[in-house]
């Protein structure tokens, strides 16, 4: 018996098995009821009574072995994976899903890469203003309407503060605490308290643009201008500026493109008059320059705000602004390969 039993341990420290089937017909041969560790135990009771101890001990090493050595086996399989079905190592990974940037960052972008290969820099200032910097430095009289509750966000019921209406408030700022020349735009996000429909928001953003420096004229402007429609709307786009009134430019005026659906032939989209109207602009009053600390006898300069979500729409023919803000994805993939 005790030859039997250490033949068999001497075996089971060299089993092998390739598969599942060949562990199972080991595990057979050896641990079920009919097996041959099985045997042995029936044996047991024709053991001398002297020796009884000693083989007991010895066959429930055996046992063990044997189950130890199995689930080491059965491990081996399952770690390697090699003979698991379910797996297939061949197959490709699954792609990972890439997000989009927002439209209106696609054009924002786009409107600050144009404007920075003539020179102009970026700065931005705060949402939250005072009545200062929005207003009262940029010329606005007491008791013009934009100040109005109608028109103006306020902050706790305080007059002082408020949500700026237009991104003109960082000319404010940034001409109050720089020496000409100052060539910068100024990107950001606005407030206005209007109803919410397809063609109007309480909340859109802006592009403004300032440039002061000694002998800067209207010509300047237009050339500016001129420039950014055709590098934003191509070659062949015109412009045309229309008399405007805004209280921190004097001159003021309007700038229309010339539609880039139709390209100036008249539709449905620029109401048949072949242009659109796309931004604000004009040469900064002497106000608003002796208001911030500049010498008006010395320098003069030209400002220019831009709507992102109007030109977002000309470029992309969104028709309605809600879009840009309900985070819709079937919308928001659509500008998977935008940029
Ligand atoms: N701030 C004006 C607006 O919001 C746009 C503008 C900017 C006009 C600069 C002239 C100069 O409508």
Redesign the pocket.
């Known amino acids: 018996m005790k030859n039997r039993i250490n033949q068999l341990l001497e075996e089971i420290s060299q089993l092998a098995a390739t598969n599942q089937e060949e562990l199972e017909a080991l595990r057979i041969k050896l641990l079920s009821k009919k097996g041959e560790i099985s045997i042995l135990f029936n044996d047991f009771r024709n053991v001398a009574n002297e020796e009884k101890r000693e083989v007991g001990q010895l066959l429930n090493e055996l046992k063990n072995a044997a189950q130890d050595k199995i689930n080491e086996l059965k491990e081996s399989f399952s770690n390697s994976g090699a003979s698991d079905q379910k797996t297939d190592l061949t197959r490709s990974a699954d792609p990972i899903k890439l997000g989009t940037r927002h439209p209106l960052s696609i054009v924002k972008h786009e409107i600050i890469d144009i404007f920075s290969r003539i020179g102009f820099t970026i700065a931005e200032g705060p949402e939250i203003e005072d009545d200062w910097h929005v207003f009262g430095a940029?010329n606005f009289p007491p008791e013009h309407p934009a100040r109005d509750m109608q028109d103006t966000f306020f902050i706790e019921q305080n007059p002082d503060v408020l949500l700026r209406?237009?991104?003109?408030s960082v000319?404010s700022r940034v001409m109050a605490t720089q020496k000409p020349p100052i060539r910068m735009i100024f990107p950001g996000r606005?407030y206005r308290n209007e109803a919410i429909s397809y063609r109007a928001h309480c909340f859109f953003h802006?592009v403004?643009?300032?440039y002061i420096d000694k002998d800067v004229s209207f010509a300047d402007l237009k050339q500016a201008l001129m420039y950014f429609a055709k590098e934003m709307f191509g070659p062949d786009t015109q412009i045309r500026l229309r008399p405007?009134y805004?209280p921190?430019?004097e001159p003021?005026?309007?700038m229309d493109i010339s539609c880039n659906l139709c390209g100036g032939k008249g539709c449905q989209f620029c109401k048949h008059t072949g242009w659109v109207e796309i931004?604000?602009?004009?040469m900064?009053d002497p106000n608003v320059l002796e208001n911030c600390g500049i010498d008006s006898k010395i320098y003069t300069g030209?400002?220019?705000?831009?709507?992102v979500e109007r030109i977002t729409n000309l470029k992309y023919q969104v028709k309605d602004l809600r879009m840009f803000s309900e985070n819709d994805v079937r919308f928001l993939q659509q500008f998977e390969s935008a940029y």
């Not at 209406?165 to 003109?168: E, L, V």
């Not at 931004?279 to 004009?282: D, E, Q, R």
């Not at 030209?302 to 709507?307: E, K, L, Q, R």
């Open positions: 940029l209406t237009h991104t003109s000319q606005v802006q403004e643009g300032l405007s805004f921190f430019t003021s005026a309007e931004l604000g602009c004009g900064v030209y400002a220019f705000g831009m709507g």
